[in-house]
């Protein structure tokens, strides 16, 4: 399990996945041109993290924007998120929402109620 840290860009998100400290933080916006090998490498050491990782992870997710495929990502991040909590494992999802954006808390809630996972909900100003 190896430590991810990329920074953002124009069209992809910050994403700092610390798997020894248990912190996944993902923010800012996420169009990439391909999504699937964007977030490739943050699905696979969540692999490893269930597998022996420590017993906590906590997810800080800040999104501006993301896109449809980064959308379908996002999903399966959060499907390998709630097999880690199934294993025993505590997984605590804070989803950060900038004030008034109520596209990107309900994007959040439908996450959560898809996947059953509970999820944190914080509003952020502007």
């Given at each position: 399990?190896?430590?991810?840290?990329?920074?953002?860009?124009?069209?992809?998100?910050?994403?700092n996945?610390?798997?020894?400290?248990?912190?996944?933080?993902?923010?800012?916006?996420s169009?990439p041109?391909?999504?699937?090998?964007?977030?490739q490498?943050?699905?696979?050491?969540?692999?490893?993290f269930?597998?022996?990782?420590?017993?906590?992870l906590?997810?800080?997710?800040?999104?501006?924007?993301?896109?449809?495929?980064?959308?379908?990502?996002?999903?399966?991040?959060?499907?390998?998120?709630?097999?880690?909590?199934?294993?025993?494992?505590?997984?605590?999802?804070?989803?950060?929402?900038e004030?008034?954006?109520?596209?990107?808390?309900?994007?959040?809630?439908?996450?959560?109620?898809?996947l059953d996972?509970?999820?944190?909900?914080?509003?952020?100003?502007?």
């Open positions: 399990m190896e430590k991810i840290f990329i920074e953002p860009t124009r069209v992809t998100p910050l994403i996945f610390d798997p020894d400290e248990g912190i996944l933080e993902m923010r800012g916006r169009s041109e391909n999504s699937i090998q964007f977030f490498a943050v699905i696979d050491n969540l692999d490893e269930a597998k022996s990782g420590n017993g906590e906590t997810a800080n997710l800040a999104f501006e924007y993301f896109n449809t495929s980064s959308s379908k990502c996002l999903f399966d991040i959060f499907k390998k998120l709630s097999k880690i909590e199934e294993s025993g494992k505590t997984i605590t999802i804070n989803w950060f929402y004030e008034g954006d109520d596209d990107m808390m309900e994007a959040g809630e439908d996450y959560s109620d898809l996972l509970n999820f944190n909900f914080l509003e952020i100003e502007d």
